[in-house]
């Protein structure tokens, strides 16, 4: 793999984000991807969504229902009722760690909103909320209705509804965003029969409901929180309902194989498009963002249908694989370059990712999994600051004779420790062992450490052991993993920092693919 180390080097004479930056330019971000959730194989699948093709598998929790992903494609989190909430790296494709909301809770569905996970848990009757920061589930609501399954969150994130399948309701938290006990609950009766399939309109006025249970609609008024109308479709299994950006409602009919169009305003059904020669059994939908498609997925005919929304007529189909059984469908969004966004991949910001706090002057969050800063100004400070954040893990690689004490203070918070220096005793600066090297990214590399807080003097060191970790252990570009490194300490304000930028090139053109 032949390495852009000429930009990278050329950066360090003036800002080493602008060059690096401007490097990217040239380079496609990676592309966008559809994530499938396969529930008979129990996995989330990877799937380009021009050919269809599968990228990649990741394990998840028996049966899978839903799955919710971050704005910037990077994370994904995968509800299974029986064995809890997996968080997914999307960029690596791979599993981070379970959530469990509590014995027999049957988490079914999520959705990330303002940094925060929301879940409905059937069994407890409840939705929840979760930190990824702090992996920490924050509070739980009990809602008092049977059948708590799905959730859709208004634009001001501040009303959530909840179609509950077994009261024939849907609830409606308000204030929500504020968390207990700021928010309120109510119930609305809903004529028909198992309403599951929900949405809001476009503009937020009407919430509508598939009542599966009896094939037929039930629109609510979301102001004066009343059912204005309900009419029976004569749909056999309609379990998902999803609004088009020009107003169109588009209805799932697992039963027929067919996806019903209806007309909003005028409350008039405009197409049934035969999408399946079979009963598809439960099924998901991801209308995108421009109105141009909607992905189906097709349990039982183990396929991922694409509906072209201009002519409603079916454009491709996806088969996804024997007994694969796919359901729930999102979209994680291209990685912007960092010339375009502004910003590098995994989230950290030139100039606003420093967040420093009494302590701890140089503290720079990169992600959900990853912050790098400083050695600490105060321990007394610092640590209970790590430890709110959700710190699991704390790696040194700069030693020093205050080593000891940081770390019998880290692990008395509750935190793992690690000291893991990276050049040998007397070497000249920026002169690194390899293997220290090696050994320092593995454990940056392991899930069980996350989220992690790695420090060396003032952080040069470790946001050049995360950029080596992004290329070598995550498939990350050199671009990519270069601009988040300088956005996260690895800057041109010391006399080595050439040299790790030099360490880091050779280190990662001996351990990638040329």
Known sequence: MKLAWRSLRRALSCLVLVAVANSAAAQSPPAARLLVLLRNASALAFVDPASGTV????PVGVDPHEVAVTPDGSMA?????????SVIDVRAMKELRRISPGALSAPHDVLYAGGKLYFTAEGYKTIGRYDPVADKVEWMLGIGQDGTHLLVLAK???????????????????????????????AIPVPGKTPEGIDLSPDGRELWTATRGDGGVSIIDTASRKVIQSFNLKLTDANRLKFTPDGKVL??????????????????????????D???????????????????????????????????ETEKRFPMGPDSGPGCINWAAAAASPAASGQARGGARPKTGREPFPGLTRYFRIDATAANGSQFQSREQAIPELVRRGVRSVVNVAGGPDAEAEGAAV???????????IAPDGAPQGQYDPARVERAVDALSDPANYPVFMHSGNGHRTAMLWMIKRVVKDGWTVEEAGAEAAASGLINDNPTAPLQWKFAQEYINAHTTK
Do not use: C
């Open 278 to 312: 079979r009963d598809t059994g439960d099924g998901g939908m991801f209308v995108m963002p421009d109105g141009s498609r909607v992905y189906l997925g097709l349990r039982d005919d183990h396929s991922v249908v694409v509906v072209n929304l201009k002519t409603l």
């Open 251 to 276: 209805i799932l009919d697992g039963g027929t194989g067919t996806l019903v169009v209806v007309d909003a305003a005028s409350r008039k059904e405009i197409k049934r498009l035969k999408v399946a």
């Open 156 to 186: 001001d994130q501040q009303t959530m509804w909840v179609p509950n399948r077994g009261s024939n309701s849907v609830s409606v938290i308000d204030a929500v965003a504020g968390g207990p006990p700021k928010f309120k609950t109510s």
């Open 55 to 58: 990228l990649g598998r990741v």
């Open 411 to 421: 692990r008395a918070a509750g935190m793992k420790y690690y000291v893991l220096t």
């Open 77 to 85: 989190f995968v509800a299974s009722p029986r064995e809890g909430i």
